[in-house]
Protein backbone atom coordinates (compact mmCIF):
# COMPACT_ATOMS: atom_id res chain seq x y z
CA UNK A 1 0.00 0.00 0.00
CA UNK A 2 1.21 3.49 -0.63
CA UNK A 3 1.27 5.46 2.03
CA UNK A 4 0.66 9.11 0.49
CA UNK A 5 -2.30 7.47 -1.91
CA UNK A 6 -4.19 5.87 1.15
CA UNK A 7 -3.79 9.18 3.21
CA UNK A 8 -5.31 11.32 -0.01
CA UNK A 9 -8.76 12.15 1.63
CA UNK A 10 -6.97 14.48 4.74
CA UNK A 11 -4.33 16.68 5.24
CA UNK A 12 -0.42 15.54 5.68
CA UNK A 13 2.69 16.53 5.40
CA UNK A 14 5.70 15.19 4.26
CA UNK A 15 8.52 15.94 7.02
CA UNK A 16 11.14 13.27 6.00
CA UNK A 17 12.22 11.17 3.25
CA UNK A 18 10.44 9.05 0.15
CA UNK A 19 6.57 10.21 -0.31
CA UNK A 20 6.27 7.26 -2.18
CA UNK A 21 6.73 5.05 0.75
CA UNK A 22 5.43 1.70 0.94
CA UNK A 23 3.89 -0.31 3.74
CA UNK A 24 2.75 -3.80 3.77
CA UNK A 25 0.82 -3.43 7.52
CA UNK A 26 -0.93 -0.57 9.56
CA UNK A 27 0.56 -1.06 13.12
CA UNK A 28 -0.58 1.31 16.12
CA UNK A 29 1.20 -0.62 18.86
CA UNK A 30 4.62 0.06 18.91
CA UNK A 31 5.72 -3.76 20.38
CA UNK A 32 4.31 -4.37 16.24
CA UNK A 33 6.73 -2.40 14.68
CA UNK A 34 8.94 -4.04 12.09
CA UNK A 35 10.33 -3.92 8.89
CA UNK A 36 7.35 -3.32 6.21
CA UNK A 37 5.14 -1.55 8.30
CA UNK A 38 3.83 1.91 9.11
CA UNK A 39 3.72 3.36 12.56
CA UNK A 40 1.11 5.49 13.37
CA UNK A 41 1.37 7.45 16.41
CA UNK A 42 -1.43 8.88 18.82
CA UNK A 43 -1.17 11.55 21.79
CA UNK A 44 -3.51 9.54 24.04
CA UNK A 45 -5.25 10.61 27.36
CA UNK A 46 -2.73 8.46 28.90
CA UNK A 47 -0.11 7.49 26.76
CA UNK A 48 1.50 9.44 23.75
CA UNK A 49 2.59 6.77 21.36
CA UNK A 50 5.28 9.17 19.85
CA UNK A 51 7.67 8.29 22.70
CA UNK A 52 8.11 4.45 21.29
CA UNK A 53 9.18 5.66 17.79
CA UNK A 54 12.93 5.06 18.83
CA UNK A 55 11.81 1.25 19.88
CA UNK A 56 10.22 1.00 16.66
CA UNK A 57 12.83 2.34 14.57
CA UNK A 58 15.25 -0.22 16.35
CA UNK A 59 12.61 -3.11 15.33
CA UNK A 60 13.13 -1.95 11.64
CA UNK A 61 9.97 0.16 11.16
CA UNK A 62 11.14 2.92 8.63
CA UNK A 63 7.68 4.79 8.05
CA UNK A 64 6.02 7.20 10.52
CA UNK A 65 2.42 8.99 10.64
CA UNK A 66 2.93 11.16 12.93
CA UNK A 67 1.21 14.22 15.12
CA UNK A 68 4.74 15.61 16.17
CA UNK A 69 6.80 18.36 14.32
CA UNK A 70 10.06 17.27 12.30
CA UNK A 71 12.20 18.52 15.56
CA UNK A 72 10.94 17.25 18.47
CA UNK A 73 10.81 13.45 16.34
CA UNK A 74 14.49 13.77 15.68
CA UNK A 75 15.27 14.80 19.23
CA UNK A 76 13.27 11.54 20.54
CA UNK A 77 15.32 10.08 18.02
CA UNK A 78 18.94 11.11 19.10
CA UNK A 79 19.77 13.66 16.83
CA UNK A 80 18.66 12.50 13.49
CA UNK A 81 15.83 9.95 12.08
CA UNK A 82 17.56 7.21 9.69
CA UNK A 83 18.46 8.04 6.05
CA UNK A 84 15.74 5.73 4.75
CA UNK A 85 12.57 6.47 6.98
CA UNK A 86 9.63 8.58 5.68
CA UNK A 87 7.55 10.48 7.96
CA UNK A 88 4.53 11.83 7.14
CA UNK A 89 2.82 14.40 9.79
CA UNK A 90 -0.94 14.54 10.65
CA UNK A 91 -3.60 16.80 12.35
CA UNK A 92 -5.04 13.60 14.22
CA UNK A 93 -3.36 9.66 14.04
CA UNK A 94 -6.73 8.48 14.78
CA UNK A 95 -7.89 9.66 11.50
CA UNK A 96 -4.68 8.70 9.41
CA UNK A 97 -5.22 5.03 10.95
CA UNK A 98 -8.94 4.85 9.86
CA UNK A 99 -8.00 5.68 6.19
CA UNK A 100 -4.65 3.70 6.23
CA UNK A 101 -6.35 0.63 7.71
CA UNK A 102 -9.27 0.93 5.45
CA UNK A 103 -6.23 0.76 2.10
CA UNK A 104 -4.75 -2.47 4.27
CA UNK A 105 -7.47 -4.49 3.76
CA UNK A 106 -8.72 -2.87 0.17
CA UNK A 107 -11.81 -0.71 1.29
CA UNK A 108 -14.38 -3.99 2.22
CA UNK A 109 -17.12 -1.91 3.53
CA UNK A 110 -17.37 -0.73 0.19
CA UNK A 111 -18.47 -3.76 -0.92
CA UNK A 112 -21.22 -3.97 0.94
CA UNK A 113 -24.43 -2.38 2.04
CA UNK A 114 -23.18 -0.22 5.36
CA UNK A 115 -26.23 0.21 8.04
CA UNK A 116 -24.93 2.03 11.23
CA UNK A 117 -27.01 2.69 14.29
CA UNK A 118 -27.19 4.85 16.91
CA UNK A 119 -28.63 6.67 20.19
CA UNK A 120 -28.40 5.97 23.97
CA UNK A 121 -31.31 3.34 23.77
CA UNK A 122 -32.09 0.87 21.60
CA UNK A 123 -28.50 0.27 19.17
CA UNK A 124 -28.00 -3.81 19.99
CA UNK A 125 -31.83 -4.48 19.76
CA UNK A 126 -32.17 -2.55 16.64
CA UNK A 127 -29.57 -3.81 14.79
CA UNK A 128 -30.19 -7.81 15.37
CA UNK A 129 -34.15 -6.95 14.58
CA UNK A 130 -32.63 -5.79 10.69
CA UNK A 131 -29.98 -8.64 11.22
CA UNK A 132 -33.23 -10.96 11.73
CA UNK A 133 -35.10 -9.75 9.23
CA UNK A 134 -32.59 -9.41 6.49
CA UNK A 135 -31.30 -13.11 7.42
CA UNK A 136 -35.03 -13.96 7.04
CA UNK A 137 -35.01 -12.71 3.26
CA UNK A 138 -32.20 -15.10 2.78
CA UNK A 139 -29.42 -12.46 2.89
CA UNK A 140 -26.08 -13.11 4.36
CA UNK A 141 -24.97 -9.78 7.36
CA UNK A 142 -22.39 -9.28 9.46
CA UNK A 143 -23.02 -7.04 12.49
CA UNK A 144 -20.33 -5.11 15.10
CA UNK A 145 -21.56 -4.11 18.18
CA UNK A 146 -21.90 -4.18 22.31
CA UNK A 147 -22.47 -7.79 21.85
CA UNK A 148 -18.73 -8.85 19.74
CA UNK A 149 -18.46 -9.11 16.14
CA UNK A 150 -20.76 -11.84 14.46
CA UNK A 151 -19.50 -12.71 10.97
CA UNK A 152 -20.36 -16.35 9.37
CA UNK A 153 -21.94 -17.49 12.36
CA UNK A 154 -19.83 -17.05 14.83
CA UNK A 155 -19.46 -14.37 17.62
CA UNK A 156 -15.83 -12.52 18.16
CA UNK A 157 -15.62 -10.63 21.35
CA UNK A 158 -15.06 -6.69 20.99
CA UNK A 159 -13.79 -4.11 23.74
CA UNK A 160 -15.81 -1.59 22.34
CA UNK A 161 -19.12 -0.79 20.99
CA UNK A 162 -17.70 0.58 18.34
CA UNK A 163 -13.91 -0.93 18.18
CA UNK A 164 -10.84 0.81 16.89
CA UNK A 165 -10.74 1.66 13.11
CA UNK A 166 -8.11 -1.15 12.36
CA UNK A 167 -10.59 -3.61 13.84
CA UNK A 168 -13.48 -2.36 12.36
CA UNK A 169 -11.72 -2.99 8.84
CA UNK A 170 -10.69 -6.37 9.42
CA UNK A 171 -13.58 -7.28 10.75
CA UNK A 172 -15.07 -5.67 7.11
CA UNK A 173 -12.79 -7.75 5.49
CA UNK A 174 -13.62 -11.18 6.94
CA UNK A 175 -17.69 -9.89 6.14
CA UNK A 176 -16.65 -9.29 2.52
CA UNK A 177 -14.90 -12.63 2.52
CA UNK A 178 -17.64 -14.71 3.69
CA UNK A 179 -19.81 -13.45 1.47
CA UNK A 180 -21.77 -10.90 3.39
CA UNK A 181 -23.86 -8.81 1.58
CA UNK A 182 -25.02 -6.23 4.57
CA UNK A 183 -22.60 -5.18 7.51
CA UNK A 184 -25.22 -3.57 10.13
CA UNK A 185 -22.71 -2.05 13.44
CA UNK A 186 -23.68 -0.04 16.83
CA UNK A 187 -21.62 3.51 15.93
CA UNK A 188 -21.15 5.06 19.40
CA UNK A 189 -20.64 8.72 20.33
CA UNK A 190 -17.12 7.61 21.29
CA UNK A 191 -16.47 5.63 17.99
CA UNK A 192 -17.34 8.91 16.48
CA UNK A 193 -14.88 11.44 18.56
CA UNK A 194 -12.24 8.98 18.18
CA UNK A 195 -12.40 8.77 14.63
CA UNK A 196 -13.10 5.07 14.57
CA UNK A 197 -15.56 5.50 11.49
CA UNK A 198 -13.73 7.96 9.88
CA UNK A 199 -13.73 7.08 5.87
CA UNK A 200 -16.72 4.91 6.10
CA UNK A 201 -20.09 6.10 4.39
CA UNK A 202 -23.10 4.18 5.66
CA UNK A 203 -25.72 3.53 3.24
CA UNK A 204 -28.13 4.01 6.05
CA UNK A 205 -27.75 5.74 9.31
CA UNK A 206 -30.59 5.41 12.12
CA UNK A 207 -30.29 8.06 14.77
CA UNK A 208 -32.81 6.29 17.92
CA UNK A 209 -32.12 8.41 20.53
CA UNK A 210 -30.79 10.75 22.55
CA UNK A 211 -30.80 10.82 26.46
CA UNK A 212 -28.17 11.99 29.42
CA UNK A 213 -25.63 9.39 29.76
CA UNK A 214 -21.51 8.98 29.10
CA UNK A 215 -21.05 12.02 30.34
CA UNK A 216 -17.82 12.33 32.51
CA UNK A 217 -13.87 11.71 32.77
CA UNK A 218 -12.92 10.01 29.63
CA UNK A 219 -16.31 10.35 27.76
CA UNK A 220 -18.00 13.65 26.99
CA UNK A 221 -17.72 16.54 29.30
CA UNK A 222 -21.48 17.93 28.95
CA UNK A 223 -24.55 16.88 26.43
CA UNK A 224 -23.56 18.89 24.52
CA UNK A 225 -20.67 17.46 22.86
CA UNK A 226 -22.41 14.23 23.64
CA UNK A 227 -25.47 15.39 21.24
CA UNK A 228 -23.32 16.64 18.49
CA UNK A 229 -21.29 13.35 18.25
CA UNK A 230 -24.22 11.01 18.10
CA UNK A 231 -25.14 13.71 15.24
CA UNK A 232 -22.31 13.56 13.03
CA UNK A 233 -24.02 10.16 11.63
CA UNK A 234 -26.34 12.14 9.62
CA UNK A 235 -23.13 13.34 7.98
CA UNK A 236 -21.92 9.59 6.92
CA UNK A 237 -24.54 8.60 5.55
CA UNK A 238 -26.82 8.91 2.22
CA UNK A 239 -29.94 7.83 3.79
CA UNK A 240 -30.95 9.08 7.62
CA UNK A 241 -33.78 7.46 9.42
CA UNK A 242 -34.22 9.29 12.97
CA UNK A 243 -36.79 9.26 15.37
CA UNK A 244 -39.16 11.65 15.18
CA UNK A 245 -40.57 11.75 18.94
CA UNK A 246 -37.28 12.17 20.49
CA UNK A 247 -37.36 15.26 22.13
CA UNK A 248 -34.27 16.55 20.86
CA UNK A 249 -34.94 16.18 17.30
CA UNK A 250 -34.60 19.29 16.10
CA UNK A 251 -30.81 19.53 17.39
CA UNK A 252 -30.11 15.85 16.21
CA UNK A 253 -31.00 16.74 12.56
CA UNK A 254 -29.37 20.63 12.49
CA UNK A 255 -26.93 20.77 9.46
CA UNK A 256 -27.30 17.06 8.47
CA UNK A 257 -26.55 16.60 4.74
CA UNK A 258 -28.24 13.15 4.14
CA UNK A 259 -31.49 12.91 2.78
CA UNK A 260 -33.83 12.51 6.13
CA UNK A 261 -36.80 10.05 6.69
CA UNK A 262 -38.50 9.71 10.20
CA UNK A 263 -40.30 7.23 12.10
CA UNK A 264 -42.34 7.66 15.75
CA UNK A 265 -45.14 6.59 17.61
CA UNK A 266 -46.72 10.03 18.06
CA UNK A 267 -45.53 13.18 16.17
CA UNK A 268 -45.90 12.62 12.12
CA UNK A 269 -43.50 10.78 9.91
CA UNK A 270 -42.28 8.86 7.68
CA UNK A 271 -43.04 5.73 8.85
CA UNK A 272 -45.86 5.62 11.55
CA UNK A 273 -46.76 2.90 14.01
CA UNK A 274 -50.20 2.47 15.72
CA UNK A 275 -52.18 0.50 17.66
CA UNK A 276 -49.88 -1.02 20.24
CA UNK A 277 -50.86 -3.50 21.86
CA UNK A 278 -49.20 -5.64 24.78
CA UNK A 279 -49.40 -9.41 24.63
CA UNK A 280 -48.90 -12.03 27.26
CA UNK A 281 -49.87 -15.84 26.18
CA UNK A 282 -48.02 -18.54 27.48
CA UNK A 283 -45.93 -19.00 24.66
CA UNK A 284 -45.69 -15.12 23.46
CA UNK A 285 -45.06 -12.14 25.71
CA UNK A 286 -44.83 -9.03 23.69
CA UNK A 287 -46.45 -6.84 21.37
CA UNK A 288 -48.86 -6.02 18.20
CA UNK A 289 -48.58 -3.19 16.27
CA UNK A 290 -49.25 -1.59 12.93
CA UNK A 291 -46.73 -0.07 10.52
CA UNK A 292 -48.28 2.84 8.43
CA UNK A 293 -45.85 3.77 5.89
CA UNK A 294 -43.75 1.92 3.57
CA UNK A 295 -45.36 -1.30 4.13
CA UNK A 296 -48.46 -0.51 5.32
CA UNK A 297 -48.54 -4.00 7.69
CA UNK A 298 -49.45 -5.18 11.14
CA UNK A 299 -46.83 -6.15 13.19
CA UNK A 300 -45.94 -8.90 16.41
CA UNK A 301 -42.47 -8.74 18.24
CA UNK A 302 -41.67 -10.81 20.10
CA UNK A 303 -39.77 -8.14 23.13
CA UNK A 304 -41.76 -6.63 25.48
CA UNK A 305 -41.94 -2.84 25.80
CA UNK A 306 -43.11 0.16 24.05
CA UNK A 307 -39.50 1.40 23.30
CA UNK A 308 -38.79 -1.83 21.66
CA UNK A 309 -42.02 -0.34 19.18
CA UNK A 310 -39.65 2.15 18.12
CA UNK A 311 -36.70 -0.01 17.88
CA UNK A 312 -38.96 -2.42 15.52
CA UNK A 313 -39.77 0.80 13.79
CA UNK A 314 -36.37 1.64 13.13
CA UNK A 315 -36.10 -1.76 11.64
CA UNK A 316 -38.65 -1.74 9.35
CA UNK A 317 -37.77 2.14 7.97
CA UNK A 318 -34.54 0.98 6.73
CA UNK A 319 -35.72 -2.40 5.91
CA UNK A 320 -38.36 -0.94 3.52
CA UNK A 321 -35.88 0.47 1.19
CA UNK A 322 -33.78 -3.12 0.71
CA UNK A 323 -36.93 -4.88 -1.15
CA UNK A 324 -37.73 -7.88 1.09
CA UNK A 325 -40.91 -10.01 1.43
CA UNK A 326 -43.28 -8.78 3.66
CA UNK A 327 -44.42 -11.91 5.37
CA UNK A 328 -40.44 -12.54 5.94
CA UNK A 329 -40.07 -9.43 7.94
CA UNK A 330 -43.42 -10.22 9.98
CA UNK A 331 -41.93 -13.67 10.85
CA UNK A 332 -38.39 -12.68 11.16
CA UNK A 333 -39.91 -10.07 14.38
CA UNK A 334 -42.31 -12.48 15.71
CA UNK A 335 -39.73 -14.92 16.56
CA UNK A 336 -36.97 -12.69 17.55
CA UNK A 337 -34.28 -13.35 19.87
CA UNK A 338 -31.69 -10.47 21.19
CA UNK A 339 -29.28 -11.85 23.73
CA UNK A 340 -29.48 -9.87 26.89
CA UNK A 341 -32.23 -7.31 25.75
CA UNK A 342 -35.88 -7.41 27.12
CA UNK A 343 -34.66 -11.29 26.87
CA UNK A 344 -37.57 -13.74 28.35
CA UNK A 345 -35.23 -16.65 29.93
CA UNK A 346 -37.78 -18.20 31.78
CA UNK A 347 -41.66 -18.23 31.99
CA UNK A 348 -43.96 -19.88 34.11
CA UNK A 349 -47.59 -19.32 35.86
CA UNK A 350 -45.56 -18.65 39.06
CA UNK A 351 -43.00 -16.32 37.58
CA UNK A 352 -41.58 -14.99 34.52
CA UNK A 353 -37.64 -14.02 34.50
CA UNK A 354 -36.57 -11.81 31.93
CA UNK A 355 -32.55 -10.32 31.43
CA UNK A 356 -31.64 -6.93 30.29
CA UNK A 357 -28.86 -4.51 29.56
CA UNK A 358 -30.25 -1.13 31.52
CA UNK A 359 -27.63 -0.32 32.92
CA UNK A 360 -28.46 3.66 33.69
CA UNK A 361 -31.27 5.34 35.27
CA UNK A 362 -32.79 5.82 31.84
CA UNK A 363 -32.72 2.43 30.69
CA UNK A 364 -33.71 0.87 33.79
CA UNK A 365 -36.68 3.65 34.12
CA UNK A 366 -37.60 2.84 30.82
CA UNK A 367 -37.63 -1.08 31.45
CA UNK A 368 -39.63 -1.42 34.68
CA UNK A 369 -42.59 1.17 32.80
CA UNK A 370 -42.83 -1.47 30.66
CA UNK A 371 -42.95 -4.52 32.70
CA UNK A 372 -45.55 -2.48 34.49
CA UNK A 373 -47.87 -2.50 31.39
CA UNK A 374 -48.20 -6.72 31.90
CA UNK A 375 -49.81 -5.82 35.37
CA UNK A 376 -47.27 -8.45 36.90
CA UNK A 377 -48.46 -9.34 40.84
CA UNK A 378 -44.94 -7.96 42.14
CA UNK A 379 -42.06 -6.33 39.95
CA UNK A 380 -38.79 -7.35 41.53
CA UNK A 381 -35.65 -5.69 40.11
CA UNK A 382 -32.13 -7.50 40.93
CA UNK A 383 -29.31 -5.12 40.38
CA UNK A 384 -26.07 -2.94 41.32
CA UNK A 385 -24.33 -0.91 39.54
CA UNK A 386 -20.47 -0.56 37.90
CA UNK A 387 -17.42 0.65 40.07
CA UNK A 388 -14.83 3.62 38.99
CA UNK A 389 -17.53 5.33 37.20
CA UNK A 390 -20.09 8.52 37.94
CA UNK A 391 -21.70 8.15 41.25
CA UNK A 392 -24.50 9.90 39.23
CA UNK A 393 -25.57 6.67 37.91
CA UNK A 394 -26.06 4.63 40.96
CA UNK A 395 -27.71 7.64 42.74
CA UNK A 396 -30.61 7.58 40.23
CA UNK A 397 -30.79 4.27 39.47
CA UNK A 398 -31.93 4.00 43.55
CA UNK A 399 -34.07 5.85 43.05
CA UNK A 400 -36.10 4.45 40.04
CA UNK A 401 -35.65 0.91 41.54
CA UNK A 402 -37.55 2.88 44.83
CA UNK A 403 -40.10 4.39 42.80
CA UNK A 404 -40.75 1.62 39.97
CA UNK A 405 -40.04 -1.81 41.79
CA UNK A 406 -42.30 -3.45 44.36
CA UNK A 407 -38.86 -5.22 45.48
CA UNK A 408 -35.14 -4.32 44.61
CA UNK A 409 -32.44 -6.68 45.46
CA UNK A 410 -29.86 -4.76 45.61
CA UNK A 411 -25.92 -6.85 44.40
CA UNK A 412 -22.25 -6.91 42.36
CA UNK A 413 -22.46 -5.70 38.92
CA UNK A 414 -18.73 -5.44 37.98
CA UNK A 415 -17.46 -3.57 40.79
CA UNK A 416 -14.38 -2.82 39.22
CA UNK A 417 -11.80 -1.61 42.04
CA UNK A 418 -14.27 -0.41 44.09
CA UNK A 419 -16.39 -2.39 47.18
CA UNK A 420 -19.31 -4.04 46.37
CA UNK A 421 -21.10 -2.80 49.74
CA UNK A 422 -19.71 0.56 49.00
CA UNK A 423 -21.55 1.12 45.36
CA UNK A 424 -24.90 -0.90 47.41
CA UNK A 425 -24.75 1.96 49.85
CA UNK A 426 -24.65 4.24 47.74
CA UNK A 427 -27.45 2.93 45.85
CA UNK A 428 -29.44 2.34 49.18
CA UNK A 429 -28.99 6.17 49.97
CA UNK A 430 -30.87 7.22 47.24
CA UNK A 431 -33.26 4.39 47.49
CA UNK A 432 -34.66 4.59 50.87
CA UNK A 433 -35.79 8.07 50.03
CA UNK A 434 -38.42 6.58 48.14
CA UNK A 435 -39.16 4.37 50.60
CA UNK A 436 -38.83 1.38 48.04
CA UNK A 437 -38.74 -2.37 49.60
CA UNK A 438 -35.53 -3.76 49.60
CA UNK A 439 -32.70 -6.00 50.32
CA UNK A 440 -28.89 -6.48 49.82
CA UNK A 441 -27.78 -9.80 48.46
CA UNK A 442 -23.65 -8.52 47.70
CA UNK A 443 -23.26 -12.04 45.69
CA UNK A 444 -24.84 -11.75 42.28
CA UNK A 445 -25.72 -16.20 42.38
CA UNK A 446 -27.75 -15.56 45.35
CA UNK A 447 -29.63 -12.85 44.76
CA UNK A 448 -30.78 -14.13 41.71
CA UNK A 449 -31.13 -17.58 43.30
CA UNK A 450 -33.13 -15.70 46.10
CA UNK A 451 -35.66 -13.85 43.48
CA UNK A 452 -36.55 -17.06 41.83
CA UNK A 453 -37.14 -19.00 44.85
CA UNK A 454 -39.03 -16.59 46.72
CA UNK A 455 -41.38 -15.47 43.84
CA UNK A 456 -44.80 -15.35 44.11
CA UNK A 457 -47.33 -16.40 41.40
CA UNK A 458 -47.20 -13.51 38.99
CA UNK A 459 -44.62 -12.10 39.65
CA UNK A 460 -42.11 -10.61 37.07
CA UNK A 461 -38.43 -10.61 37.81
CA UNK A 462 -35.91 -8.29 36.25
CA UNK A 463 -32.33 -8.82 36.18
CA UNK A 464 -30.32 -5.77 34.96
CA UNK A 465 -27.09 -4.36 33.97
CA UNK A 466 -25.22 -6.71 32.25
CA UNK A 467 -27.71 -8.39 29.96
CA UNK A 468 -25.14 -10.41 27.20
CA UNK A 469 -21.98 -9.99 29.11
CA UNK A 470 -20.50 -13.32 30.39
CA UNK A 471 -18.41 -12.22 33.12
CA UNK A 472 -17.64 -9.99 36.56
CA UNK A 473 -15.05 -7.91 37.45
CA UNK A 474 -13.43 -7.74 40.68
CA UNK A 475 -9.83 -5.76 41.58
CA UNK A 476 -9.19 -6.11 37.69
CA UNK A 477 -10.16 -9.68 37.31
CA UNK A 478 -12.93 -11.18 35.36
CA UNK A 479 -14.70 -14.30 36.26
CA UNK A 480 -16.73 -16.35 34.00
CA UNK A 481 -20.86 -15.38 35.28
CA UNK A 482 -23.58 -14.85 32.65
CA UNK A 483 -27.51 -14.02 34.14
CA UNK A 484 -28.98 -16.40 31.92
CA UNK A 485 -26.86 -19.52 32.35
CA UNK A 486 -27.40 -18.33 36.60
CA UNK A 487 -30.99 -18.16 36.15
CA UNK A 488 -31.46 -21.69 34.08
CA UNK A 489 -29.62 -23.77 36.53
CA UNK A 490 -31.37 -22.39 39.62
CA UNK A 491 -34.59 -23.19 37.51
CA UNK A 492 -33.31 -26.57 36.55
CA UNK A 493 -32.29 -27.48 40.02
CA UNK A 494 -35.70 -27.00 41.74
CA UNK A 495 -38.05 -29.30 42.77
CA UNK A 496 -41.57 -29.05 41.71
CA UNK A 497 -45.11 -29.65 42.75
CA UNK A 498 -47.73 -31.16 40.78
CA UNK A 499 -48.78 -28.03 39.13
CA UNK A 500 -45.48 -27.37 37.83
CA UNK A 501 -44.56 -24.35 40.45
CA UNK A 502 -41.56 -24.81 42.27
CA UNK A 503 -41.29 -26.06 46.34
CA UNK A 504 -40.96 -23.60 49.25
CA UNK A 505 -37.39 -23.35 49.80
Known amino acids: MNVAESLKEIKWTLLWGNPQAEAEEVVYDSRKAKEG ?76 VCIGVTGTKGKTTTTYMIKAVLEAAGKKVGLIGTAGAVIGGRTYPTVNTTPESYELEKYFAAMAKEGCEYMIMEVSSQGIKMHRVDGITFDYGIFTNISNDHIGPDEHKDFEEYLYYKSRILDRCR ?35 GNIQYVSEPDFVGLEFSEQGAWDMNVRVNIPGKFNVYNAMAALSVCSFLDLPKERVRHALEHLYVNGRMEIVHTSRRCTVIVDYAHNAVSMESLLETLRDYKPKRLVCVFGCGGNRSKDRRYSMGEIGGKLADLCILTADNSRYEKTEDIIADIRGSLEKTGGKYLEIPDRRQAIEYSILHAQPGDMIAVIGKGHEDYQEENGVRRPFLDRQVIEEVIASQDRDASGFFKKP
Open 37 to 112: TVFVCMKGTKVDSHDFIPQAIRQGCRILVTERGLDWLEEKAGGTLPKDAAVFQVENGRQALAHLAAARFGYPAQKM
Open 239 to 273: VGIVNRDDEHFQEIVRGHSCKLYTYGLEKAGDFQA
